[in-house]
């Protein structure tokens, strides 16, 4: 009987070795699974900042460009506007004036 309580002490001692090791194991493994997660969302995170700069910059470049339109806008509606263009483009001058020509 001796004997028999022996060899079950001795199982019971190999099955906790044998049960703390695969606990063990599954810690390892849960915590390696972890890091890797916790890289590639450190490498999502950085490449969502860089495409946030990136659309900032591209909000600031538009908000410039309206600027420079709603200017422009306001330039075109303007009188001497409307007169250099009448000028230059259609040619049309007042009545009473008179138009130079160089010749080639």
């Keep these: 009987m001796a004997r028999t309580r022996q060899k079950a002490a001795y199982r019971r001692r190999h099955q906790n070795r044998f049960s703390m090791f695969l606990v063990s194991l599954v810690v390892v493994m849960i915590m390696i699974i972890v890091a890797v997660k916790s890289v590639e969302l450190h ?6 900042i860089q495409e946030e700069q990136l659309l900032d ?13 709603e200017a422009f806008s306001k330039e075109v509606q ?10 230059e483009k259609l040619g049309l001058v007042y009545e009473d004036e008179i138009m130079f020509k160089e010749e080639d």
């Design 43 to 48: 490498q999502k995170n950085n490449d969502k």
């Design 57 to 69: 910059e591209q909000i600031a470049a538009e908000k410039e460009r309206a600027e420079e339109i």
């Design 78 to 87: 303007t009188k001497g506007y409307i007169e250099s263009v009448a000028r």
